[in-house]
């Protein structure tokens, strides 16, 4: 995002606070941003807070009643890499459908040369009406996305559809649409991605887990989709989410579970990443009814999970990329490429618990990579979400070699 020139339009309805935490996120992720208001969004959100935030006058009117300055609608069509319109409002939705132009945010709307998109917000009778949803079509007829409303509490007391997407929603779109024109080697390749621990059940409230979050391999899932991939991301039980709504993202429990989905995704795909921290073993029975305390000793026979990531790699054609993941306490770099090489992987992505801030359940990770020409590569300590951008990376250029 670093450089690029975000144009955000605002039009007055009560998700417009939110446009606060998406300005922030923008600005954070590197991008330059304008905004233009319509006059009624002022209501509801400073044009103060918006220019500050910004870091940019605030164009709400045609000329400046004071000085008569005009702001130049073609200038901000020109400007803008992006034109971001949050919230969008069933009354600006219709304006724009017909090709209205009574203020600045739809006259630059239609001098437009960058991609638009909206995020409708309103409440959800409004947003079922047969009218609003023939004009959204009408936008997506004429070229623009629609990022589609949630479903949610509303600020009229009632529930349902129509909530504005949240601002990290936005953000993973505008990423998205930005991106995608220039990925070319990942735009619409198939990736399957392993995230998270498994659970594995010693009788129906207990089960043998780790700490894995799922972070690296959700964070990985976003950017890959952000680049027009698409991306279906087998889960263990973890917190995370994706950002990215075209990821299909499939819930799976157990190692034996996770390993039946590989098996059925894994032919048909592109690149497989598998960053799960699949237990190694599981219970030998599985008790049926809870685990009395009535013994002073218990021992639980175990036995060995399926190695879903060699299964892989024995069954990886020539076109096929497949990146495996190590977390080691000791002899990192010797284990790593014993691993790269018996699970017949193009790269491996190697952390150790010893660094501080690394490896499980933390927001940061140190990596390093190993790749089956024998290259290694060695990354500072940052956050997931970067790490993530630093692996993909990795594979871009791993491809085009
Ligand atoms: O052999 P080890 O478990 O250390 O290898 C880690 C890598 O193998 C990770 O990429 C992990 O996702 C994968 N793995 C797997 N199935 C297992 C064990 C590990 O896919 N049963």
Redesign the pocket.
């Known amino acids: 995002m670093r450089g690029k020139r975000i144009l955000l339009g605002i039009t007055g309805g009560i998700a417009a606070y939110k446009i606060a935490f998406l300005i922030r996120l923008l600005k954070k992720s590197g991008a330059e941003v304008k905004c233009i208001m319509t006059p009624a969004s002022s209501d509801f959100i400073s044009p103060v807070v918006v220019s500050t935030l910004s870091e940019n006058p605030v164009g709400i009117e045609f000329w400046d009643k004071n000085d008569g300055t005009w702001n130049n609608h073609v200038e901000y069509g020109l400007w803008a890499d992006l034109f971001i319109i949050a919230p969008l409002t069933a009354n600006t939705l219709s304006k724009m459908a017909n090709g209205s132009c009574d203020n600045l945010l739809l006259a630059t709307y239609l001098s437009m040369r960058a991609k638009t998109l909206v995020a409708p917000a309103m409440d959800l009778d409004m947003y079922a009406h047969a009218t609003t949803q023939r004009n959204l079509k009408q936008l997506e007829n004429d070229g623009v996305h629609v990022i589609p409303a949630e479903s949610g509490a509303l600020a009229s007391g009632l529930e349902g559809e129509g909530r504005m997407a949240e601002p990290e929603i936005i953000l993973a779109s505008i990423e998205y649409h930005l991106n995608r024109a220039f990925e070319a080697i990942l735009d619409r390749r198939s990736v399957l991605i392993?995230a998270g621990p498994t659970f594995e059940a010693l009788d129906p409230v207990r089960f043998i887990g780790n700490h894995s979050s799922g972070k690296m391999g959700y964070r990985i899932a976003d950017e890959l989709s952000s680049m027009g991939a698409e991306v279906i991301l087998i889960s263990g039980p973890t917190q995370q989410k994706v950002r990215n709504r075209d990821i299909a993202v499939i819930q799976v429990s157990t190692?034996d579970q996770m390993f039946k989905e590989v098996q059925k995704l894994w032919p048909m795909s592109d690149f497989g990443i598998?960053?799960?921290a699949?237990a190694?073993y599981k219970p030998k029975e599985q008790e049926i009814k809870k685990i009395k305390k009535n013994k002073e000793e218990l021992s639980i026979d175990l036995v060995r999970?399926?190695?879903?990531?060699k299964w892989a790699g024995d069954h990886k054609s020539n076109q096929q990329t497949l990146v495996?993941?190590?977390l080691e306490t000791n002899d990192l770099l010797e284990n790593g490429r014993k691993?790269l090489i018996s699970?017949n992987l193009d790269f491996i992505v190697l952390n150790t618990l010893q660094d501080k801030g690394a490896g499980f359940g933390v927001d940061t990770n140190k990596i390093s990579i190993l790749d089956s020409h024998n290259n290694l590569e060695e990354f500072e300590l940052k956050p997931k979400a970067e790490v993530a951008k630093d692996i993909v990376s990795y594979l871009k250029t791993y491809l085009e070699k």
């Open positions: 392993t190692a598998f960053s799960a699949v190694d999970n399926p190695d879903i990531l495996g993941f190590a691993k699970k």
